[in-house]
């Protein structure tokens, strides 16, 4: 699934964005690929995009303009991190005034970290704990 990749011709929801920070190595986006296309397998009526905030396309800017350009006008930006530090703190908030300011005719939520959801730190948890099984 490529990053603009969606999951369904006509919104019914708000457009998910799973958002990332990004890196040099464009490897690192595998699994934020993988999470966006399991959200498509699990509900393939959803539409799905991801995002990052820096080195890797496309940005969050680049996103959203791609998903106006395609009529979509209600955004759900879930963060996909660990925890909420600087850059969901600061950065995200301050892009996304600016894209307001750009696109007023749009909504956009943000979410907090996917990471501080209690469904991801218990899956986290036991993840963690099957490895110290696995290593007895």
Partial sequence: MTAAQTSAETPATPTLILVAH???DPLWAAPLQRIAAAVCAQAPQ???RTAFLGMLAPSLEE???EAIDRGEQDFLIVP???AEG???KRDLPDRLVALRAQYPQA???Q???LGEAESVVQAMAA???AQVQRAD
């Fill in 111 to 113: 979410e907090r970290a």
């Fill in 86 to 88: 600087g850059h969901l």
């Fill in 22 to 24: 990004g890196a040099r």
């Fill in 63 to 65: 996103c959203i303009a």
């Fill in 107 to 109: 909504c956009f939520t």
């Fill in 127 to 129: 993840h963690a704990l």
């Fill in 46 to 48: 959803q539409r799905v």
């Fill in 80 to 82: 996909v991190f660990i």
